[in-house]
Structure formats: structure tokens, C-alpha cells
């Protein structure tokens, strides 16, 4: 049977120039990505939803590649190499 990982992490440089993935991790870093349709919901089932559109399956593939963490409970937050690249692509570093 097929996994369905990744067959590998892309670069920094691909994650750069990616332009939705990097508008997603902006988004967590604001805190615009909510868990749940009132922003509040606590539970492990509830989505994660910006500006009311779904974005968990592609916050999971984030998360596999240490852009983001993804809590039991409450919104996603910024992984290590999130904060990095954002950092850089900001001029931050």
C-alpha cells in the first residue's frame, strides 16, 4: 500500500516560493487561523477554519514539515522553521 506522506521536505526555497503556504503560515502567525465556526471550540474534532474556509489537511502537511504545530485544543501555532521562515522572508534574520 502507498503512504500518503511526503516523499520528502521541501527546501526552505520551495516553501518561500509557495505563495499560499506562506500566506497560511502569516495567517496562523496572526492568530486568524480559529479551531472551530465560533472561533472557540476547544474540542479535538473541530476544525481549523480561516475566514470560515477548512485548511486542516494542508496544516497537517505543514505541520509534517515543521512549519506548524497543531495542539489538541485551540488554534495552530507557528513550528520552529515556521517562525524561521518568516523571520527570513521578512528580513528578520
Do not use: K, T
Request: aromatic letters at 2%; a positive charge.
Amino acid at each position: 500500500m502507498r503512504s500518503r506522506r511526503r516523499e520528502r521536505v521541501r527546501s526552505d526555497g520551495e516553501i518561500l516560493a509557495h505563495r499560499g503556504d506562506m500566506a497560511l503560515l502569516r495567517a496562523v502567525a496572526a492568530g486568524r487561523v480559529v479551531r472551530g465556526a465560533s472561533g472557540h471550540d476547544g474540542s479535538f474534532n473541530a476544525p481549523c477554519l480561516l475566514e470560515g474556509e477548512p485548511v486542516q489537511l494542508v496544516l497537517r502537511w505543514l505541520a509534517g514539515e515543521g512549519l506548524v504545530r497543531l495542539p489538541l485544543s485551540g488554534p495552530p501555532v507557528l513550528g520552529e522553521r515556521g517562525r524561521r521562515l518568516l523571520a527570513g522572508e521578512d528580513g528578520g534574520e
